[in-house]
């Protein structure tokens, strides 16, 4: 079996989160850090210095998805890739996406100073972009490596300062004149180790939660134009007011989604936005955004189309204009489990307790599974609370993740385990 190494060279798995965490750090302890920001390119550089002072050679595709590698003996065709992405939400936790691209380097580190290079190839991976923080879409990392998107898919999009997309690329070092296909052929698995942001393996007492499926998400944007006027002077009867309509839309939009036949389901309103947002005022527009998640493509389809039509006809019978714009949708992905047996030997032979689950949050393992063999595996989050500054796991989940992350990637370079 093999052990985590140890030397007066190795720093610790929190060592490196909480220096990658100075990158975009807040006052209260949070990470800020959004696509092609000054703070995300400062992160990426340094995991590059970083990536080669350990011994790999280094490169970023024309999107800024950063690579290190570790060439195979005998295989270097085929690339084994483990990571996960640097980009955070605003204000967000230190964990989240970064735990799994420090975990894959210090696995291949420590492989690399015990054993030498591997026999087949191992890349580890900071994905640039999958929240969809700063821009309206998301994946923007993983889904260039699958060959999904294009510049077209980013041509006319623009955050809340107005400053388009190809525009903030570019200075962050990645020139649109640039820009290539990054359609990645040669990967033979891709294993990436996550932090849960839920509580399910921490209730019930698992160390390790082997994931079977990721739901799948559609977000949508909903605008509803209505008539702005006096708060003291327009009757109620005859106010076309979005507000109103926004609000009985949402609450039956969550009615909806507790009923038992959506077991499962969850549905979010994260974000509203009122115009001219003045307390004496009847609003002249209101937008919202929608998150609806499950693991069944028929059960997501059937209530986002039951949903828009329910959008619709309440908009239609206050005499509001409406406008609904999808802007992520991501199909439900059942994941490869044809390495949870070997995982599971590792699990236990490390004193470890496993379950499988499905994830309610999105991860690249999503994307990047659809096209190649993919391993998704979680460590605890501390009461699931993730995307805030309260993110936490234990050091000791945080080094069993890294174990068990190491093992598996020694079967499959260093052994050759064909699966």
């Known amino acids: 079996m093999l052990r985590l190494y140890s030397s007066e060279k190795y720093k610790s798995v929190k060592h490196f989160i909480d220096w990658l965490a100075t990158f975009g750090e807040t006052e209260d302890g949070g990470v800020t ?16 210095q970083e990536m080669s002072e350990m011994g790999m050679e280094t490169y970023f595709d024309t999107v800024g998805n950063l690579f290190g ?37 210090l696995a291949t580190k420590m492989l690399l100073e015990q054993y030498g290079r591997p026999q087949k190839t191992i890349e580890v991976v900071s994905l640039c972009e ?29 955050d809340l300062n107005d400053i388009s997309f190809q525009h903030a690329m570019g200075e962050a070092g990645f020139p649109i004149a640039s820009y290539q296909n990054n359609k990645r052929n040669d990967i033979k ?21 082997l994931v079977t499926h990721i739901v799948g998400q559609c977000r949508y944007t909903v605008q509803l134009i209505g008539e702005s006027n006096h708060a003291g002077t327009t009757p109620m009867a005859e106010r076309k007011d979005p507000m109103v309509c926004a609000a009985n839309c949402i609450v039956t939009l969550t009615k909806k989604a507790e009923a038992s036949y959506y077991q499962g389901l969850r549905v979010t309103v994260g974000s509203i936005n009122a115009e001219p947002n003045v307390s004496n005022v009847i609003a002249k527009s209101v937008s919202f955004t929608l998150d609806v998640r499950h693991h069944e493509k028929d059960i997501l389809q059937e209530y986002c189309e039951d ?31 044809s390495l949870h047996s070997v995982m599971r030997k590792i699990i236990k032979n490390k ?8 994830s309610g949050a999105g991860h690249d393992s999503q994307i990047l599974g659809i096209h190649y063999p993919t391993t998704l595996f979680f460590v605890p989050s501390h009461k699931g609370i993730s ?33």
């Not at 990392?141 to 898919?153: F, M, Q, V």
């Not at 004193?351 to 499905?358: A, Q, T």
């Not at 993110?391 to 174990?403: A, C, H, M, P, R």
């Open 189 to 209: 698995r891709f294993i990436e180790v996550h932090i849960e942001q839920g509580s399910i393996l921490e209730k019930n007492k698992a160390d390790i939660g």
């Open 307 to 337: 949903m828009i039509q329910m959008i619709k006809e309440k908009a239609m019978k206050s005499g509001i204009q409406i406008s609904i714009k999808k802007w992520a949708d991501s199909e439900p992905v059942a994941l490869d489990t």
């Open 351 to 358: 004193g470890l307790r496993d379950m499988e689950m499905v």
């Open 69 to 105: 590698r570790i060439e195979g003996i005998k295989d270097k065709q085929h690339v084994i890739l483990t990571g996960s992405h640097i980009d955070t939400v605003v204000d967000g936790g230190k964990y989240d996406g970064t735990y799994g691209v420090i975990a894959s380097l």
């Open 130 to 158: 999958e929240e969809g923080s700063r821009f309206p879409l998301t994946y923007w990392g993983s889904k260039n490596i699958t060959g999904e998107y294009s510049l077209e898919n980013i041509r006319y999009l623009r």
């Open 387 to 419: 995307h805030s500054p309260l993110e936490f796991t234990s050091l000791e989940d945080l080094e069993n993740g890294v174990s068990v992350l190491k093992e598996i990637l020694y079967k499959l370079a260093y052994e050759g385990v064909e699966l």
């Open 33 to 48: 850090r959004l696509l092609y920001t000054k703070e995300w390119k400062n992160a990426q550089n340094a995991l590059k």
